[in-house]
Nanobody
């Protein structure tokens, strides 16, 4: 199995920046894609940023131009740089990796436990 651990969350003021990191406890045989999601209590989990290992990144409209996802499949790590934060960005942010842990295993989807980002003046 594998554990994904997020870090970097915290309390910031509107307009400030944060960088979230996610590190996996072991390497994958193949990573298909990596993503960051967020969830506010009482609402559905929302995909914020997505990167396919062979294709372009894409972002939900509400964060385009402010957030940047990057990753290293070899480590593996996933990073979310968040700039010009707004109060509506307040949520628990979750790291997600989709892929195969071993050559003979099944493709699976893995989640971290989340890190809280709070944007408030």
């Amino acid at each position: 199995q594998v554990q994904l651990v997020e870090s970097g969350g915290g309390l910031v003021q509107p307009g400030e920046s944060l960088t979230l990191s996610c590190t996996a406890s072991r390497r994958f045989f193949i990573i298909n894609n990596m993503a960051w999601y967020r969830q506010v209590p009482g609402k559905q989990r929302e995909r914020v940023a997505f990167m396919d290992t062979l294709g372009p990144r894409n972002y939900t409209e509400r964060v385009k131009g402010r957030f940047t996802i990057s990753g290293d499949a070899a480590k593996p790590t996933v990073v979310l740089e968040m700039n010009s934060l707004k109060s509506e960005d307040t949520a628990v942010y979750y790291c997600n990796i989709d892929g195969w842990l071993t050559e003979l295993g099944d493709r699976s989807n893995y989640w971290g436990k989340g890190t809280l980002v709070a944007v408030s003046s």
